[in-house]
């Protein structure tokens, strides 16, 4: 399991490290510290974080907004951010606005209000639905190759590269993962209609597989064996999608 990295800007020492703190108390990876514009965003390019937490005034300047600003031009490298400053005025808070930040913290902020905040942006960023992350001790929300999955207070996110297939368990879902599995509280279809299509396919009313993962097909016992050896049975009804994922040789 691997926790959302996070991109901290922030040019106070002692706020930085405990905002750091915070983070790492909560699960969360805190990818770099930034204290200035330009080292801000050479960090947000080389470390293509999860998430930003922006401080808008970086050495007296709105840096911040700055920032901001340029990572929102930019569709492909956009990525949720939440500002936090000790400004409460109006005229520094309309400016932020324009950014259409995630969340918008006041310093002193406490560990609950950080962690609302980051489940608000990212539940905003990924367009799930809001409250997602309120309505289910464990959920997911999907961003392009990652999903996020919530276990209690903590965040985490799975690259589907690490996903060998997901099964039904019960009331839940279960993601296999290479090294780990995770129990969600969502429907095989539901995680299945968020999933790329060209890579995960349904094979059986209770499975579905990373076509990635597949070695070989076994026809005769209607069994599909992943490249770790463990074996999935398929059925005829979903034969057919599974098979165009494949250039079959005859």
Avoid at 10 to 28: I, P, S
Avoid at 64 to 71: C, D, K, L, V
Avoid at 79 to 97: G, V
Avoid at 217 to 238: A, K
Wanted: net charge negative.
């Amino acid at each position: 399991m691997k926790g959302v990295k996070i991109l901290i800007i922030e040019d106070d020492r002692q706020d930085a490290g405990l905002l750091k703190g915070m983070l790492l108390d909560h699960g969360y990876e805190v990818g770099g510290i930034a204290t200035s514009l330009p080292e801000a965003l050479q960090l947000f390019h080389m470390l293509q974080p999860d998430l930003v937490i922006i401080d808008i005034f970086l050495h007296g300047r709105k840096d911040g907004i700055a920032f901001a600003e340029q990572i929102s031009g930019d569709e492909d490298s956009r990525k949720p951010f939440i500002f936090l400053t000790s400004a409460a005025d109006r005229n520094t808070f309309e400016a932020a606005k324009l950014t259409a930040p995630f969340s918008y913290l006041l310093k002193p902020f406490n560990e609950l209000e950080l962690q609302y905040a980051i489940e608000l942006a990212v539940e905003k960023f990924t367009g799930a639905p809001a409250g997602m992350f309120a309505m289910e001790e464990k959920s997911t929300v999907m961003l392009k190759d990652i999903f996020f999955v919530k276990r209690g207070n903590v965040l985490a996110k799975i690259s589907l590269d690490d996903i060998q297939y997901i099964e039904v368990e019960g009331k839940y879902s279960k993601i296999v993962c290479s090294k780990d599995k995770y129990l969600v509280q969502q429907p095989l279809k539901l995680i299945l209609d968020r999933l790329p299509g060209i890579r995960f396919v349904r094979i059986h009313r209770n499975y579905i597989v990373n076509i990635r993962e597949v070695a070989k097909v076994n026809l005769t016992d209607n069994e599909i064996v992943l490249e770790d050896g463990r074996s999935l049975l398929f059925s005829r009804r979903y034969f057919d999608d599974f098979m165009r994922a494949f250039d079959v040789l005859r």
